[in-house]
């Protein structure tokens, strides 16, 4: 009997240093079923402030004006229990016990992105034997088709103008999701947890049903 297939889905939220901040894990399977979840602040990054601020570019986020507005959400959920602090250590711990059960294909939204924050914090992301990057596969399976197109144009979902002019189509996760659950999906919150748990996923779930391996992978 062939083994059950399972997706670890990576976000994260990073500082101004490019280490992480804030960590969230999925395990999947094909069917969107939940089996693992992990949503934790990293204590080596999180906890010193002055040396790892979080992470603002611009508009990003609110800027560097919605710094204390950031930290006072994290804080509350560390407080209601929707969050813990851990070290790098342990969040590795967590890695290598899901690894050896469940032998997970590694994937994240911009996959390169997630991984070289990993890298940088020193999270073992290397352990795993597959991984793709889910944001190109569902830009290749949907992105480019006459359906998604108009859907950016019905929503006037394009990027910022570039100096010539151009303004390309968005195909980030909350788009993706809106597009492939429905227009009244909610925006990210661009916390770890919560947007790898209902957005990736979702796209992730959608993906891999539709799509030959060989394709995503």
């Known amino acids: 009997m062939a083994r059950k297939k399972y997706f ?16 969230g894990a999925i395990v999947s399977d094909k069917q969107g079923r939940i089996v693992k979840e992990c949503g934790v602040l990293l204590a080596d990054f999180y906890t010193d402030r002055d ?23 994290y804080d509350a959920m560390l407080q209601d229990g929707r969050r813990m602090l851990a070290s790098v250590s342990a969040v590795n711990r967590w890695l290598a016990r899901v690894n050896a059960e469940y032998q997970p294909v590694l994937t994240a939204y911009n996959l390169a992105f997630d991984r070289g924050k990993m890298r940088n914090s020193g999270i073992d992301c290397d352990q795993f034997a597959e991984s793709f990057c889910l944001w190109h596969a ?7 088709s006459r359906k998604y197109r108009q859907f950016v144009l019905d929503n006037h979902y394009f990027g910022n103008r570039t100096e010539r002019g151009h303004m390309g189509y968005q195909t980030k996760a909350d788009i993706m999701a809106k597009f492939l659950l429905g227009p009244e999906y909610p925006d990210e919150p661009h916390t770890a947890l ?3 748990r209902d957005y990736e996923v979702p796209i992730l779930t959608k993906l891999v049903n539709s799509t030959k391996v060989a394709d995503y992978m």
């Open 8 to 23: 670890l889905t990576i976000d994260t939220e990073t500082t101004q240093t490019d280490n992480i901040a804030d960590f």
């Open 51 to 73: 040396n790892h601020p979080l992470f603002h570019m611009g508009d990003f986020l609110g800027g560097a004006a919605n710094l204390p507005k950031r930290y006072a959400e």
């Open 138 to 144: 569902a830009a290749n399976k949907w992105g480019n």
């Open 194 to 196: 919560e947007d790898a």
